[in-house]
């Protein structure tokens, strides 16, 4: 597994476009799948956090760095990207430059970090949970280094039908016709139950606990440019469509659902 995601950091510069940064400068629209989908996650979490006093967070298994970006450039936080990639956290640095802004890069395992305990107000990763058997283990890490009454939010896609098996027919169809190498595989995943998830941050610790299964947008890949902007603007027009209609419009049900958040907080210390 982590010679895979190494592979993947390592080709991503050359690869360009997507590979290599998916932030949103302010002001513009996301213009890819991936970008729709990552500003997305941001607004939910920049939601959550609004008015909060939130001046210092952590990001596990950082990987390019999109949605540490966005807390940086929109929230004011102060980021600490941690990777066992080298290659990541390069990219990382990279993107961060681009846009004018600083963090601290720390290359570790999510399972030990080293990071200080009580010393954070919001721990997020986006998309690694499911990638690790036990992740209840990064779940206590997280816990360990939050601050008493800080936020643990987590963005998981484990495996499962979903919207998404549309991309595994559409990948069969151009299958014979696709460049080599276009079509790659996926990497191990667990299948997870949302409520399994929820548990498992029960039982590290966390208090308030919630999910809330999300992100009922295919993403088709690989697609020629053009049709990847216009999949990305139909969606935009029908996620403005089910804002008018819902509080949330990435939320769906779980059969619909590609992923899921993990919410937890802390228990403030009583005094």
Not at 14 to 36: M, N, Y
Not at 114 to 127: A, K, R
Not at 203 to 225: L, Q, W
């Amino acid at each position: 597994m982590a010679r895979l995601f190494q592979e993947k950091w390592c080709g991503a510069v050359s690869r360009g476009g997507d590979e290599r940064d998916l932030f949103v400068p302010p002001g513009a629209p996301p213009r890819t799948q991936r970008q729709f989908n990552l500003f997305h996650y941001h607004r939910f979490i920049s939601g959550l956090i609004e008015g909060g006093g939130f001046a210092r967070a952590a990001e596990f298994g950082c990987g390019r760095g999109t949605i540490s970006q966005y807390l940086t450039v929109h929230n004011g936080i102060r980021m600490t990207l941690v990777d066992t990639s080298e290659d990541a956290l390069a990219l990382a640095r990279a993107n961060f430059a681009n846009v004018g802004a600083q963090a601290e890069f720390v290359c570790a395992d999510a399972v030990s970090s080293g990071l200080p305990s009580d010393s954070y107000d919001l721990v997020l990763s986006i998309g690694l949970l499911e990638h690790i058997p036990d992740y209840r283990t990064v779940l206590r890490e997280k816990f360990r280094i939050l601050k008493p009454g800080g936020l643990m939010f987590s963005m998981n896609v484990p495996g499962k039908r979903s919207v998404q098996n549309l991309n595994d027919i559409y990948k069969k169809i151009i299958a014979p016709f696709a460049p080599a190498g276009s079509i790659r595989k996926d990497y191990y995943r667990n299948n997870d139950r949302p409520e399994q998830y929820l548990a498992a941050a029960r039982e590290a610790g966390f208090d308030n606990c919630s999910v809330m299964n999300v992100n009922p947008y295919p993403i088709f890949t690989p697609v020629p440019p053009a049709a990847e902007r216009t999949l990305t603007a139909l969606y935009r027009g029908i996620h403005r469509l089910r804002g008018l209609l819902m509080k949330e419009p990435m939320a769906t049900n779980y059969p619909m659902s590609q992923a899921h958040f993990l919410i937890g907080y802390k228990p403030a210390v009583r005094l």
